[in-house]
């Protein structure tokens, strides 16, 4: 997974690490990549589009499936996101997945203001939407003089059916409506426990034995920040810089997101007035303490099999690998090499147990 902060280097940098990073996980034992949506901060600002990364990525690939991860679908008209999506389904033969987020930063929302309020039911009709354009119904709309015109989805898609994740961060109802509506679950850390994390698993596999859905066959992927190195204390010292400086620009985007009167994630309210610089420190210090210690894949490749062992005990299925925080990009890169070790160890273990 890719969602890069801003730093010394330019975009172009960004997306030549991001395509060797990814040329190198096509031929090992990775399953998929995935890019973001971002805007207007440095804070994932490299990545305000995943269709375009995604086709980009796509023609540099065979194997990983290309996935969106996340993308605010209430920021986009839902036809031409679903044409968007079409084209990357081509470009890769029939590798696209997207995981649908309904956003949560109110200054995203000037590209739509009006849909601000309602965009988490805007997302599920969406997904509806596009399901129905990529099964090949046809969707009527108004031209500019009120005449009724079909709309079908060109270029046609590869795939029968695409492949779907929504976001779900802290709102258990998240998770019981993903299984609800037969999709997979992108989640992660930042607000919520491992008992939490657990529990609404647990939520979402009820949601789809009651929707009449195999409650085992839907996907639970986790992010997680990653770095891998032989000796789990420089792996330390590489990391904490830079994600102490990744987890402040989050803090940061939060607290504008709070003073311009919308929700945090996590779809929360907070009042950011009186929140100090000493605060945010604590917080994000804290924070890093946090991952470091229990969840992440930062450490040596034996400490990231323990993670990930403790992590399918909460019922998750996958992990997707944050690369990205800030690491300058030859360590990120020799991270990369030393998880494919995680990941065949991890592979071999599940092989085995079967």
């Given at each position: 997974m890719f969602f890069a902060v801003g730093g010394d280097g330019s975009a172009a940098d960004v997306y030549d690490t991001m395509l060797a990073a990814v040329r190198f996980a096509d031929r090992a034992p990775f399953c998929a990549v995935w890019t973001p949506e971002r805007h207007f901060h440095e804070f994932g600002g490299h990545f305000p589009n995943p269709a375009v990364t995604s086709a980009a990525l796509a023609v540099v690939t065979s194997h990983l499936q290309i996935r969106a991860g996340s993308l605010?679908?209430?920021?986009?008209?839902?036809?031409?996101?679903a044409e968007d999506w079409a084209v990357v389904d081509n470009l890769s033969r029939g590798r696209a997945a997207i995981s649908f987020g309904s956003g949560w930063n109110a200054r995203d929302f000037v590209l739509w203001p009006e849909r601000y309020e309602h965009r988490r039911e805007l997302m599920y009709e969406q997904i509806a939407t596009l399901r129905s354009l990529w099964s090949g119904e046809?969707?009527?709309?108004?031209?500019?003089?009120?005449?009724e015109v079909p709309v079908r989805l060109f270029p046609r898609p590869v795939q029968a059916e695409l492949p779907i994740w929504v976001t779900a961060s802290a709102s258990p109802e998240t998770f019981r409506r993903a299984g609800q509506i037969g999709a997979n679950v992108l989640t992660h850390l930042a607000f919520q426990d491992h008992d939490a994390l657990r529990e609404r698993v647990a939520i979402y596999r009820a949601a789809r034995r009651s929707a009449g859905l195999d409650p085992d066959a839907g996907l639970v992927s986790l992010m997680l920040h990653t770095y891998v190195d032989d000796d789990p204390a420089r792996a330390h010292a590489v990391a904490r810089g830079p994600l102490l400086r990744y987890l402040s620009s989050a803090i940061e985007l939060e607290l504008h997101a709070?003073?311009?009167?919308?929700?945090?994630?996590?779809?929360?309210?907070?009042?950011?007035?009186?929140?100090?610089?000493?605060?945010?420190?604590?917080?994000?210090?804290a924070s890093c303490d946090r991952y470091l210690a229990t969840d992440s894949l930062i450490g040596s490749v034996a400490h990231c099999e323990a993670v990930v062992d403790r992590m399918r005990g909460l019922g998750v299925d996958e992990i997707a690998c944050l690369l990205d925080f800030g690491i300058p990009a030859s360590?990120?890169?020799?991270?990369?090499?030393?998880l494919a070790a995680v990941a065949r160890a991890v592979h071999s273990e599940t092989a085995g147990s079967r």
């Open positions: 605010v679908s209430p920021l986009h008209n839902t036809v031409r996101l046809s969707l009527v709309l108004c031209d500019s003089f009120g005449h709070a003073r311009s009167g919308g929700a945090v994630s996590g779809g929360r309210r907070l009042s950011a007035g009186d929140v100090s610089a000493e605060s945010v420190a604590e917080l994000a210090d360590p990120m890169l020799d991270g990369v090499r030393r």
